[in-house]
T-cell receptor, first 116, second 114 residues
Framework: AQKITQTQPGMFVQEKEAVTLDCTYD???????LFWYKQPSSGEMIFLIY??????QNATEGRYSLNFQKARKSANLVISASQLGDSAMYFC?????????????FGTGTLLAVQP | DAGVTQSPTHLIKTRGQQVTLRCSPI?????VSWYQQVLGQGPQFIFQ???????GRGNFPDRFSARQFPNYSSELNVNALLLGDSALYLC?????????????FGDGTRLSIL
């Protein structure tokens, strides 16, 4: 069965520094998609970045980049130049490959606190 | 363009009651998925509808049902509410029924069962 593991329940980072949020995944399917979402205290899930299993390069979106290590089955999110507004819950997710659905499997999340 | 809209934002019910949650997808999106997020956990998949047909169902009891309308909006119904149904219910839309395009979520409906 497919699974997402986020081992960091909480992280602290100083404003303007970079931070890495860990994510490992388990799947036997060669084709899969990995996503990172940000969830502020308001509850909305905000899409940040996507990495496809066949993508040759690591995905980047502004201050967000994904450190994709396929052999190690890890897809860590790197946030550069942290801002106070980055304080939120961060979820790693994978689209389930069995069946023709868009079902996302989420990890348990990492709570990031950016300190001034 | 408007994002995914959900209503109501908050709801308080008592055990045994029934509830209907509503979701309007982003214009042009034909797929709607529902997720339940219990406090302190990641979202859990409940249903996906695409072109008005059920595409997938998560591990939830038959008390949970949903439907999608011709305008692609969707309703999630939960009957015989239990205390454990207290959660944030999230709706997500995407253009297609099966792709790696990102799903876009609404703000959610916070359901509290007393």
């Amino acid at each position: 069965a497919q699974k997402i593991t986020q081992t960091q329940p909480g992280m602290f980072v100083q404003e303007k520094e970079a931070v890495t949020l860990d994510c490992t995944y388990d799947t036997s399917d060669p084709s899969y998609g990995l996503f990172w979402y940000k969830q502020p205290s308001s509850g909305e899930m905000i899409f940040l970045i996507y990495q496809g299993s066949y993508d040759q390069q690591n995905a980047t979106e502004g201050r967000y980049s994904l450190n994709f290590q396929k052999a190690r089955k890890s897809a860590n999110l790197v946030i550069s130049a942290s801002q106070l507004g980055d304080s939120a819950m961060y979820f790693c997710a994978m689209r389930e490959s069995s069946g023709a659905t868009n079902k996302l499997i989420f990890g348990t999340g990492t709570l990031l606190a950016v300190q001034p | 363009d408007a994002g995914v809209t959900q209503s109501p934002t908050h709801l308080i019910k008592t055990r045994g009651q029934q509830v209907t949650l509503r979701c309007s997808p982003i214009s042009g999106h034909k797929s709607v998925s529902w997720y339940q997020q219990v406090l302190g956990q990641g979202p859990q998949f409940i249903f996906q509808y695409y072109e008005k047909e059920e595409r997938g169902r998560g591990n939830f009891p038959d008390r949970f049902s949903a439907r999608q309308f011709p305008n692609y909006s969707s309703e999630l119904n939960v009957n015989a509410l239990l205390l454990g149904d207290s959660a944030l219910y999230l709706c997500a839309s995407s253009p297609q029924g099966y792709s790696n395009q990102p799903q876009h979520f609404g703000d959610g409906t916070r359901l509290s069962i007393l």
